[in-house]
């Protein structure tokens, strides 16, 4: 996200938002976690939860962060983690942003997994390559075939359709942070890809041959729609004011082929808030994204860029928002609820990841630098704010907070709710640490955290099974 190009003052702003990472070494290794309970019996495990290091220290001149690694944890009826091994990537981390350690590839789904539980699906962004792993009967991973190039610069995100197609599973996008031409010119003006793969019976991938797509837009976030037929793409600088292609798309839908292959242009786009809107509204800045129930796109909106598109400086950070649209059966998007906030005066700036509950009716929206979870009622598209702190955790409230904002805050960043609905792990970005919630309806119940096997900074993704 920063540029040598901007002023201190612009960066240090900006890294409030779409922070990334210098990383602490790493903890743990396979050969000292303990794979079950103390007898290593794994039969005590009823799903698992996998989080990614995104690295394990930056390669000084690079935006590498060296080797990528995923952390497995068997998880067991009362929300309680055990890990079972890391597991290597065979690629390397990366970091897009150059601040302090949170969020470094400004994305969601970094890590994902497919509907049946049986690949976890990663991107490598140091190397530009994605892994898929086989995911084994005690929750331990297998890497499945190599990981395969992108063809772009920083993978950062990845989602997964089945398909019925002749020895594959289904077919795996993924979206990259930038093209060559743009990578110079830092966040506001990047613009990267989208590009596809079959996901292969043995879990390996392989290159769908003409699937990539330029974008108009630097993306955060990829997911298809529930019946397949739509591949969505979320933005972080729709509106900049340094953006050559003078898009001011947040959301991006693409119709997806039965071959796999995804129209050649967007066939709808749409955006909650214009440059120079009269609201004095900042513009939004769309990282996580769910598709749900009948094409309902549900986004998160950190609200970064100011109303003429320039970035942010203190304390022109607004609160967060969530908006929600339909896809209509030409692709278009259809508003439903637009910029509903996630706090007030500033308290909710960072509405950066969401996640449903099991029944659909409730969603929660995690705020990076306040360190919190807002809770969300959905109904057919139409969201309100419920409670803004359903879940606490250590974070920084207020307006003006300065380049101290980070040293008080825990980060929260990606959170995943397990297949049952019954707990909710949320990935602590500036501590190393996976808060773990009980689900209760419309609320969220503190159970523990666990920590001492992933880095203090750095890490991207998680998944719950």
Same mark, same amino acid.
């Given at each position: 996200?920063?540029?040598?190009?901007?002023?201190?003052?612009?960066?240090?702003?900006?890294?409030?938002?779409?922070?990334?990472?210098?990383?602490?070494?790493?903890?743990?290794?396979?050969?000292?976690?303990?794979?079950?309970?103390?007898?290593?019996?794994?039969?005590?495990?009823?799903?698992?939860?996998?989080?990614?290091?995104?690295?394990?220290?930056?390669?000084?001149?690079?935006?590498?962060?060296?080797? =990528?690694?995923?952390?497995?944890?068997?998880?067991?009826?009362?929300?309680?983690?055990?890990?079972?091994?890391? !597991?290597?990537?065979?690629?390397?981390?990366?970091?897009?942003?150059?601040?302090?350690?949170?969020?470094?590839?400004?994305?969601?789904?970094?890590?994902?997994?497919?509907?049946?539980?049986?690949?976890?699906?990663?991107?490598?962004?140091?190397?530009? +390559?994605?892994?898929?792993? =086989?995911?084994?009967?005690?929750?331990?991973?297998?890497?499945?075939?190599?990981?395969?190039?992108?063809?772009?610069?920083?993978?950062?995100?990845?989602?997964?359709?089945?398909?019925?197609?002749?020895?594959?599973?289904?077919?795996?996008?993924?979206?990259?942070?930038?093209?060559?031409?743009?990578?110079?010119?830092?966040?506001?003006?990047?613009?990267?890809?989208?590009?596809?793969?079959?996901?292969?019976?043995?879990?390996?991938?392989?290159?769908?041959?003409?699937?990539?797509?330029?974008?108009?837009?630097?993306?955060?976030?990829?997911?298809?729609?529930?019946?397949?037929?739509?591949?969505?793409?979320?933005?972080?600088?729709?509106?900049?004011?340094?953006?050559?292609?003078?898009?001011?798309?947040?959301?991006?839908?693409?119709?997806?082929? =039965?071959?796999?292959?995804?129209?050649? +242009?967007?066939?709808?786009?749409?955006?909650?808030? !214009?440059?120079?809107?009269?609201?004095?509204?900042?513009?939004?800045?769309?990282?996580?994204?769910?598709?749900?129930?009948?094409?309902?796109?549900?986004?998160?909106?950190?609200?970064?860029? *100011?109303?003429?598109?320039?970035?942010?400086?203190?304390?022109?950070?607004?609160?967060?928002?969530?908006?929600?649209? *339909?896809?209509?059966?030409?692709?278009?998007?259809?508003?439903?609820?637009?910029?509903?906030?996630?706090?007030?005066?500033?308290?909710?700036?960072?509405?950066?990841?969401?996640?449903?509950?099991?029944?659909?009716?409730?969603?929660?929206?995690?705020?990076?630098?306040?360190?919190?979870?807002?809770?969300?009622? !959905? =109904?057919?598209?139409?969201?309100?704010?419920?409670?803004?702190?359903?879940?606490?955790?250590?974070?920084?409230?207020?307006?003006?907070?300065?380049?101290?904002?980070?040293?008080?805050?825990?980060?929260?960043?990606?959170?995943?709710?397990?297949?049952?609905?019954?707990?909710?792990?949320?990935? !602590?970005?500036?501590?190393?640490?996976?808060?773990?919630?009980?689900?209760?309806?419309?609320?969220?119940?503190?159970?523990?955290?666990?920590?001492?096997?992933?880095?203090?900074?750095?890490?991207?993704?998680?998944?719950?099974?």
């Amino acid at each position: 996200m920063k540029t040598s190009k901007l002023p201190l003052f612009m960066i240090l702003a900006m890294s409030l938002i779409l922070a990334s990472c210098s990383s602490d070494d790493f903890v743990g290794n396979s050969d000292d976690v303990d794979p079950g309970d103390d007898q290593g019996n794994t039969d005590t495990f009823v799903g698992a939860v996998y989080a990614m290091t995104n690295g394990d220290g930056q390669i000084v001149g690079t935006n590498v962060q060296g080797p =990528n690694t995923i952390i497995a944890y068997g998880r067991d009826e009362n929300g309680a983690l055990t890990p079972i091994g890391p !597991f290597a990537t065979n690629g390397n981390g990366g970091d897009y942003d150059g601040g302090e350690g949170l969020d470094p590839l400004i994305s969601a789904y970094a890590l994902t997994k497919t509907d049946n539980n049986e690949n976890l699906l990663a991107v490598n962004a140091g190397s530009n +390559t994605i892994t898929s792993f =086989n995911i084994q009967d005690d929750y331990s991973l297998e890497i499945a075939g190599t990981p395969q190039p992108t063809g772009a610069l920083g993978p950062n995100s990845i989602a997964f359709s089945e398909r019925d197609a002749d020895g594959a599973k289904g077919i795996v996008y993924v979206s990259n942070i930038t093209r060559a031409e743009f990578l110079l010119g830092g966040e506001p003006m990047h613009q990267g890809t989208v590009t596809g793969f079959w996901l292969l019976d043995d879990g390996s991938l392989n290159p769908i041959a003409g699937s990539t797509r330029d974008l108009a837009v630097r993306p955060s976030a990829i997911q298809f729609s529930p019946d397949g037929n739509w591949l969505v793409v979320t933005s972080i600088n729709s509106g900049a004011a340094a953006l050559g292609s003078g898009s001011e798309d947040e959301v991006t839908v693409y119709n997806v082929g =039965n071959g796999g292959l995804l129209s050649d +242009t967007p066939w709808g786009t749409a955006t909650s808030t !214009f440059r120079d809107n009269a609201e004095g509204r900042n513009l939004p800045s769309a990282i996580g994204f769910q598709i749900v129930g009948d094409n309902y796109v549900v986004v998160t909106e950190a609200r970064e860029f *100011q109303p003429d598109g320039t970035p942010p400086a203190f304390p022109a950070l607004q609160d967060g928002s969530v908006s929600t649209w *339909q896809i209509q059966s030409n692709g278009s998007l259809t508003p439903i609820s637009l910029d509903v906030a996630s706090g007030e005066n500033n308290t909710g700036r960072t509405a950066c990841w969401l996640d449903f509950t099991a029944d659909g009716n409730t969603f929660f929206v995690s705020n990076a630098i306040e360190a919190g979870l807002a809770a969300y009622s !959905f =109904n057919n598209g139409v969201v309100e704010l419920i409670d803004q702190t359903a879940a606490q955790g250590q974070g920084t409230g207020g307006a003006d907070n300065g380049p101290d904002a980070f040293a008080v805050t825990e980060g929260w960043i990606d959170m995943w709710i397990t297949d049952d609905g019954a707990y909710l792990y949320q990935l !602590f970005g500036l501590d190393g640490t996976i808060g773990i919630y009980r689900v209760n309806g419309q609320s969220l119940e503190f159970v523990g955290e666990e920590s001492g096997n992933l880095p203090d900074t750095n890490t991207q993704g998680i998944v719950a099974i």
